[in-house]
């Protein structure tokens, strides 16, 4: 046998890079690249910002980068509060530490919560400076303006940022501070390409499973395949004898929402021999209760659910008499199954225990709440614990849930040494936290003037609360309301919820509950056009009635005006009603999620059997915009992640066990798949909402409403390939 060869993929990268010619490569040993600003004087106006006389510029991103541009955005708009130059700003990613304010990087809420403090941190530092300037030139503060990371006075002369370090330094830090106009912005709401595009194409960029630290051991875990079983017993003589393999060890269940499943864990000199270790593991399991669980036979009792009467969650006027009074009555039941993230790098994670002390270096959406739960663990004091939070290689809310770095943190205390746990992509798809599934049962009531007075909507879905209260059993109020504030002018309705105990963990899965909701909604919506014999475009319009602002429980309320807009742009970006080739057609859905209005107007073939999706136009309008080539980016995958799950997505158990195990049986659309994207992003001076989630729930309704536009045919259930289309 040959030596094996250690080809780490930055090293590939470089190799392939090398040989194209086409790549000038730079490597970076720390975990964001960032540079070293030694021999300086340094000015830190505030907890994200440090200015240096050499004049670079450190700013502190304190959410995760997981390809959503966070570290860019964010930054961006101190710097662009400051009139800072852009070429100067270095990027440091902050620690998991309560200093800097909620780090939970999902719910699309970075730029929603952060965008008016970190206009604050800019505005701050450049009244600073502006009063520095003003000490060493004697002249009144009015008399200055800052542009391009420079201070500059009415008679012009000008001062570079950072020969005002020394000076500024000295100076009280002002609570009061006055933004700048919208209209002298020079970064927010333009392109501004991603900081790190750079160190992603050169392969300097250092994901969770690149993260190497001398004596580091490596970890494989084999978990019950029943979720929740525990281990009975094993056998370790055939792992013992894997080479590269040093121990064998069992690490604890720990009953909390984020606790790990428990396991074997096989400890090994390199990946490889862990993996091979565990393969040759014997274990016997106690199964436990969910060995039971058939997800066939679940949606079976969910939906019989959902065709008996639920918990009313809201009620409007009086359903009962709309359905008397009915000129005509149309019901449908819709079913999604289980989706799991299946993100292309798996969980995996770093941690190294000195005594009462741990680092940790993961790829995390929630530094924080990995810190408390280390801290619990090794039962220490968070001053104790450090997450440095590495680049995500995906995420979509997976790695919101910190089971994986707890359980690096066992073994490098159990081990005594700094370890690094990583998972097989089967493990992933297997023991994840999967988003719900769920079933739906629709009944509205039609006038003769084909006009909606009745909707009845009763759905049935194990809650993600059952992972943080075990025996919920139906769905809470929060995930009814993306179904009961549909923001329709139907004069009654009403929303129930049925029965649906939780067998597996249940997470939180990229727009979340909106999935399920907007797919039924807009499914439905479009049956009753055709009921009506209304075109879809302007039934929906119609539906949603006259211009009006719609009260919910949070601060930002939504406009029923701005979500007709973003639909009648779809429309006309994709020209709809236009004339198709045979075969060819166009559907349409429009949701309001995580405060932001998406539409899309879907252009599909379906010839022979077999679906192909040519043209997506999708139309968002998140108020104000940070960095355009973002939110593009972001739609476009929304995109491509809602056709993925309309077409594939379908996790399964069976006794107690998920069947699908890697992409081969949990597939994701793939290149030749991938449609024409286009996407417009609503011009907007209000408040900036969400971006990376609003996208995904209009995707797989606009696409079977174009089926049944091409066909005739009618889709209820996801996925589509069950029905054989893809």
């Not at 036979?297 to 918990?311: F, S």
């Not at 900036?688 to 259930?717: C, D, L, M, Q, S």
């Amino acid at each position: 046998m040959g030596t094996i060869m250690n080809i780490s993929r930055r090293s590939f990268i470089k190799g392939v890079g090398l040989a194209s010619g086409g790549l000038v490569l730079g490597c970076n040993s720390s975990v964001f690249g960032d540079k070293k600003v030694e021999n300086l004087v340094e000015f830190n106006p505030n907890l994200f910002v440090q200015l240096n006389s050499d004049g670079s510029l450190i700013l502190v991103a304190s959410r995760s980068e997981m390809g959503n541009g966070v570290r860019t955005s964010l930054t961006s708009v101190i710097a662009d509060e400051m009139d800072a130059d852009w070429s100067k700003v270095i990027i440091k990613q902050g620690t998991g530490d309560a200093k800097y304010g909620d780090q939970n990087t999902d719910g699309s809420r970075s730029i929603r919560y952060l965008y008016d403090n970190m206009r604050k941190m800019g505005a701050m530092t450049k009244s600073m400076l502006i009063s520095a300037a003003a000490i060493i030139w004697k002249v009144p503060e009015s008399e200055i303006t800052a542009e391009n990371h420079y201070v500059i006075h009415s008679s012009g002369k000008k001062l570079p940022f950072g020969d005002l370090v020394e000076t500024a330094k000295t100076l009280e830090v002002p609570t009061d501070v006055k933004f700048k106009s919208p209209k002298d912005f020079k970064y927010i709401g333009k392109t501004l390409p991603s900081i790190d595009i750079d160190n992603y194409a050169n392969g300097s960029a250092v994901f969770g499973l690149d993260k190497r630290i001398p004596n580091m051991k490596f970890v494989a875990i084999k978990r019950c395949p029943v979720t929740f079983g525990t281990v009975k017993s094993f056998d370790k003589t055939e792992t013992l004898k894997v080479s590269g393999v040093i121990d064998v060890i069992e690490i604890p269940r720990i009953e909390k929402p984020f606790g790990p499943l428990g396991g074997v864990a096989v400890v090994a000199s390199n990946t490889w021999a862990a993996f091979k270790g565990k393969e040759a593991l014997k274990v016997e399991w106690n199964y436990g209760d969910n060995q039971v669980y058939d997800s066939e036979k679940y949606m079976k009792e969910i939906t019989a659910n959902v065709h008996k009467k639920g918990k009313v969650d809201k009620e409007v006027g009086n359903i009962n008499t709309a359905f008397r009074n009915a000129d005509k009555i149309i019901e449908s039941t819709f079913q999604a199954p289980h989706l799991v993230h299946a993100p292309m790098e798996v969980p995996n994670a770093v941690a190294w225990v000195q005594g009462d002390t741990c680092e940790v270096w993961a790829p995390t959406q929630a530094p924080q709440s990995s810190r408390k739960e280390v801290t619990d663990f090794l039962e220490t004091t968070e001053d104790k614990v450090t997450i440095n939070i590495t680049f995500l290689g995906g995420g979509f809310g997976r790695k919101s849930k910190p089971d994986y770095i707890v359980e690096a943190v066992a073994v490098s205390k159990a081990i005594n040494a700094p370890a690094q746990v990583v998972w097989t992509r089967e493990d992933d798809i297997q023991h994840s936290y999967y988003h719900t599934t769920s079933a739906q049962y629709m009944k509205a009531s039609l006038d003769k003037n084909g006009k909606v007075t009745g909707w009845l909507h009763r759905f049935a879905l194990p809650s993600i609360m059952s992972t943080f209260q075990p025996g919920t059993d139906e769905a809470q109020g929060w995930e009814a309301s993306s179904a009961s504030g549909v923001p329709f002018d139907i004069p009654n309705m009403q929303f129930e919820i049925g029965k649906s105990p939780a067998h597996v963990r249940i997470g939180w899965l990229r727009s979340v509950i909106n999935i399920p909701h907007g797919f039924s909604i807009n499914v439905f919506a479009d049956e009753l056009a055709h009921e009506a014999n209304v075109d879809p475009l302007e039934f929906r319009l119609n539906l949603i009635g006259n211009d009006r602002i719609e009260e919910t429980e949070n601060p930002i309320k939504y406009n029923t005006a701005r979500l007709k807009n973003v639909l009648k742009i779809a429309a006309k970006n994709a020209d709809w009603g236009k004339s198709l080739p045979e075969g060819h057609a166009q559907g349409l859905a429009v949701h309001y999620s995580f405060f932001s209005y998406v539409a899309s107007v879907v252009e599909v073939s379906v010839i022979n059997d077999k679906l192909k999706v040519h043209n997506v136009h999708s139309v968002i309008d998140c108020g104000t915009v940070i960095n355009r080539d973002t939110v593009k980016s972001q739609m476009e995958g929304a995109a491509v992640f809602g056709m993925s799950l309309a077409y594939y997505g379908k996790i399964t158990a069976k006794d107690g066990t998920i069947e699908q195990s890697n992409y081969h049986d949990y597939q994701m659309v793939r290149m030749p798949e991938s449609p024409n994207v286009h996407v417009e992003i609503v011009e907007s001076t209000e408040d900036p909402t969400g971006v990376g989630e609003p996208g995904v729930p209009v995707i797989a309704p606009a696409i079977v409403n174009a089926i049944f536009k091409a066909t005739g045919k009618r889709y209820y259930n996801l996925p589509l390939s069950e029905y054989g289309l893809v």
